[in-house]
Every structure is written in C-alpha cells, then in structure tokens.
C-alpha cells in the first residue's frame, strides 16, 4: 500500500479508526510528520488533538540509529542491545540524552504555544505517527500516556514492520497499521510524497485543530 502523502494517509487511517469515534476519544500526534496524520485522524472523529514529544536518541557519530527514545513526564526507553553494539562511550550517551532533554521542552513550547495539554486522564488516547521504524519513540509515547492515566492507548500508524507492531502490542492496548510489509525498510519508501515537516506546519494544524473543535462544540 503506498500513501500519496501524510494527508492521504490521515484520510485512510481516520477511516479505519471511525468505530472508536464513540468512546470520544483524544487523539495525540508525534511531531513533526505525525501531525499531519493525526490532524486528519482528529477530523475523522470529532476529537481533540494534541501532540506528545518524543525524542529519539540517536547513537553518537551515528545519529540516525536510535539507541532509544525520551518522551515527557521523564519517560525513558533504551534498547540495550544496540548500546552494547554501538560500543559508544557512557558520557556520550548520557551527553545525548542531555542535550535531547533540553529540545523536548523546547519543542513543548513551540507547538503549544502556551496552550495547556489537553489531559489523557481517563480517556481512550490513540497515538498516531506517519510509520513506525524501530518503534522507540512509539514506545516512549504510549509510556507517556500511561503515565498521564489514559484508560485505553491504541497506537495507529499507516505503516510499519510486522515485528515492531508484534512488539509494540506490550505497550498499547491495540495497533492499528494498514500496512505491514514484510520488506519493510525505511516509513518514507511508502509514500510517494514524503517531504520534511516543518515546525511551523505542527503549530498550525494544531491551532487549526484547536479552532475546528471550538466550532463543533461552542460553549466548551
């Protein structure tokens, strides 16, 4: 199944999640690209969105290979084994983990823009993300929402691996991935317009997201 773009995919996935519009849930986007999906998912079902920041934390002098992932209320998930693989020096690590801390609040503040966190307490939360790669920071997110006491955490996605939705079954109640391909390699392969998100674009989906719910339930 290949996506045109993050909208299109938004589209899709709000389509299949339609049935869980009546335990009013709230939906939770990982920036920057699953906010574009989660914007759309949001509008499928009436719900309000917010974001949770995650932070992958990339192996040092190899930053794309995520050793594990951060995520607010001090959440943390480190994969041991590609530690031990990296061979990568302790105080680098921790230097990493640092420096990624100090961007996850930055980030907090630039897509809230001063607005309050919609709370997860008691509420079906599902997660969406533009696909799941080593599923570290989805991981890291459903553990933030269990933190904030969500009653159900369901993690949607348009793509990911068929090991890391097996995996990622430990942490949310329920994955939702219209597409698990066997020869998974990398999320952006599976969409023919997988162009960067830029901060500017979360901070106004999220305005926009914001606006439409007001209009849809005025006096609230």
Known sequence: MIFTDRTDAGQR?????RPLADEKPVVFGLPRGGVPVAFEVARALHAPLD???VRKLGVPYHREL?????GEGGVRVVHEAIVRMSRADEEDLAEVERTEREELARKARRFRQGRSRIPAEGHTVIIVDDGIATGATAQAACRVARAQGAARVVLAVPVAPPDAVAALRQDADEVV??????DFA????WYEDFSQTADDEVVELLSRSTGEAGEAHPGR
């Open 186 to 189: 990398a999320v952006g392969e």
């Open 177 to 182: 991935a219209l597409s698990t391909p066997s």
């Open 51 to 53: 974001v949770i920041i």
């Open 13 to 17: 996935l709000g389509e299949a999640l």
């Open 66 to 70: 995520g050793f594990g992932a951060i």
